[in-house]
């Protein structure tokens, strides 16, 4: 379980460590009107994919799930340090946050897997411990490391790469539960297009806003999609 905890320990550092570090961002790539989007990117994507990831890993494995959400954290972090201008910023956060979305759900899905009934109380306050650690954590480490290092806020992205592929070899070694359903056809019953519209609903802090009627059409479409996926 350490190797699932110190996951959500990353996920949870990521979401504020860019607290004290978008000022600093915006300003090197002369983009103040997006400045809220780096940690707003992040969020949208860990909140959005988080609903299908039991699915998926009920039918691929947990192990596979974390694996890969650890990737993903890595690419994501990787986009972020080398980054030459916003947008690319922006797309790092997105692909962090799908990573990360995955490596904090999948390790409370564990918990359930492998703890009995009457500890599993115990040990999931252990994994929100390591969460708040990492919420707690996030922002100062990301100023210190701005403040105090020649590379300045890249490093704070660069430095949980090395963690998160470290962690999918740790993962990977460690991490043995068998899959919960084989059958394949599942997977067609999966709301990939929920995760769609989950995300435009929360993206109203763009420069572009949603306006009432835009709002509309996309709820009247979710209810369309929800209806026929039930049917």
Not at 1 to 11: D, E
Not at 61 to 77: D, E, K, M, P, T
Request: with cysteine; charged share 10%.
């Amino acid at each position: 379980m350490s190797t699932a905890w110190f996951g959500i320990f990353l996920g949870a550092l990521d979401s504020t460590i860019i607290v004290t570090l978008s000022g600093p961002i915006s300003s090197e790539f002369n983009s103040l009107g997006l400045l809220a989007w780096p940690a707003t990117a992040y969020l949208i994507a860990n909140a959005a994919c988080q609903p299908i990831a039991g699915r998926l890993t009920d039918l691929f494995g947990r192990r596979l799930g974390l694996a890969l959400s650890n990737v993903l954290f890595a690419v994501g972090n990787l986009l972020c340090g080398l980054a030459t201008n916003q947008y690319v910023m922006i797309l790092g956060r997105v692909v962090a946050g799908v990573g990360g979305g995955g490596m904090i759900s999948i390790a409370t899905f564990l918990t359930s897997d492998l703890t009995p009934l009457r500890k599993r109380g115990i040990m999931q306050a252990i994994a929100n411990l390591w969460f708040g650690a990492g919420a707690m954590l996030g922002a100062v480490i990301g100023g210190l490391l701005h403040d105090h290092t020649n590379t300045g806020w890249r490093l704070a992205f660069l430095a949980q790469v090395t963690s998160a592929l470290l962690l999918v070899l740790a993962v990977w070694m460690l991490v043995k539960v068998l899959k919960k359903q084989s059958d394949k056809t599942y997977l067609a019953q999966t709301d990939f297009l929920g995760v769609f519209f989950t995300s435009p609903p929360n993206s109203s802090q763009s420069r572009h806003h949603w306006h009432a009627s835009a709002r509309r059409r996309l709820l009247k479409s979710s209810l369309l999609f929800f209806t026929l996926q039930q049917a």
